[in-house]
């Protein structure tokens, strides 16, 4: 086997497991509030990762800083999104934000390519139909919109970022751990109970976290050990063994991918309507990065 079919072989693993992570995260929000889930999966991967902070570069913590700052923001969306719809309509609007970056060259004054105008047809086709099968669209729709806008900025930033990397696995490691630094604030701030006189309302809090995380903790370790930290190096590996034009194609089907272990998952169908539009959706995403410059093997986010 040569090491492109390796690679190949490796990216399609990825896009498998990264289509896991839809379901998984839907499973737990009948229990967690979004931050917790976001803050219980990026501390398991920042211990993971803590080895690479060791003697990084200012420059990279840094870079880091910024990108998971956006990177936080981009969680929240999506995972607030999963709360209000189903995980594969979730998974299939998130991955518009292939279509983000190509769009802000629109915003910086550059008229579209032939491609990316088909791609944005395509695309908004197949939400269309998506939105037909599952009903009208709502607020968990326009969260998950939200965050493939988010998530493209944030390609766009890390396109940026990782050109003047002394250590991309410091970068990544470094933005993972702010994601959690940030999850965790948030929750002081606007969830956690405070005060003398909610002493009880703090205790019946912390004792129904501690006793969910308990129950799931076989979901948060697969998020954490799996689908952010393990994924992340064999992404890497991954790119750096294929082109850019077979990394992009293989990425446009993670939400078929997540469709298909929602439906295994969580027992989530859709109609052939609703297959009708997520093949148009994937569509669009491969003619909007098809002979698209090629990108670091770090620009796409871990989801």
């Given at each position: ?47 993971l990762l803590a080895p690479f902070l060791w003697r990084a570069r200012r420059s990279d913590l ?53 491609r990316i105008v088909l791609a944005l047809v395509l695309a908004i086709g197949g939400l269309a ?175």
């Open positions: 086997m040569t090491q492109q079919l390796r690679g190949i072989f490796a990216l399609v693993l990825v896009t498998l497991v990264w289509g896991t992570t839809f379901p998984a995260m839907k499973d737990l929000t009948a229990n967690f509030s979004p931050v917790w889930i976001i803050l219980t999966r990026f501390a398991i991967a920042s211990l840094q870079a880091g800083f910024l990108l998971g700052l956006v990177l936080f923001f981009c969680y929240l969306f999506q995972v607030e999104g999963l709360a209000l719809t189903s995980s594969n309509r979730n998974a299939f609007i998130c991955g518009l934000n292939v279509l983000v970056v190509p769009l802000l060259g629109i915003l910086g004054g550059r008229l579209p390519e032939r139909a998506l939105c037909w099968d599952g009903g009208a669209w709502g607020i968990g729709d326009t969260l998950a919109l939200l965050a493939a806008l988010s998530f493209g900025v944030y390609v766009k930033i890390m396109e940026i970022k990782t050109r003047g990397a002394v250590r991309l696995m410091s970068v990544t490691a470094a933005q993972i751990l702010t994601v959690a630094v940030c999850a965790a604030l948030w929750l002081l701030m606007r969830e956690v109970p405070r005060g003398t006189g909610l002493i009880e309302d703090a205790n019946n809090y912390w004792r129904y976290i501690g006793g969910n995380l308990l129950a799931y903790w076989p979901n948060f370790a697969y998020l954490g050990v799996i689908c952010t930290a393990g994924i992340i190096s064999l992404q890497a590996w991954g790119q750096s063994r294929t082109t850019a034009n077979e990394a992009a194609v293989i990425y446009a089907f993670e939400p078929g991918a997540a469709a298909f272990f929602g439906y295994f998952w969580l027992g989530e169908a859709m109609t052939a309507r609703g297959w009708l539009g997520a093949a148009l959706l994937i569509s669009g995403m491969i003619v909007s990065q098809w002979n698209a410059e090629r990108r670091p093997a770090a620009a796409l986010a871990p989801e």
